[in-house]
Nanobody, 116 residues
Framework: QVQLVESGGGLVQAGGSLRLSCAAS????????MGWFRQAPGKEREFVAA????????NYADSVKGRFTISRDNAKNTVYLQMNSLKAEDTAVYYC?????????WGQGTQVTVSS
């Protein structure tokens, strides 16, 4: 069982930055592939970024490539999403995700609002 708690969301002006954090509790955090997804009002949840257990591989949605960076600290059981050059269309609830050999786990989400 893994529990995920996101933090760091808020209101920011277009062009600004935010860093989201996702703290995980439970066993074997370092074995999970971690990811971030987001869901805007009236839209489906979409993939944002993911990182493998060793941080040797990360991938991003085209819409955030070059602006967002995912990272993790296995010693702190935490995954981060650094978001730069934010746009109004980045406004959404951002969810942390953990995928291992069993079921996927989700956090409760953190709201990011970008004002234009």
């Amino acid at each position: 069982q893994v529990q995920l708690v996101e933090s760091g969301g808020g209101l920011v002006q277009a062009g600004g930055s935010l860093r989201l954090s996702c703290a995980a509790s439970g066993r074997s955090f370092s074995t999970y592939r971690m990811g971030w997804f987001r869901q805007a009002p009236g839209k489906e949840r979409e993939f944002v970024a993911a990182i493998n257990w060793s941080s040797s591989s990360a991938n991003y949605a085209d819409s955030v490539k070059g602006r967002f960076t995912i990272s993790r600290d296995n010693a702190k059981n935490t995954v981060y999403l650094q978001m730069n050059s934010l746009k109004a269309e980045d406004t959404a609830v951002y969810y942390c995700n953990a995928v291992g050999l069993g079921p996927a786990y989700w956090g409760q989400g953190t709201q990011v609002t970008v004002s234009s």
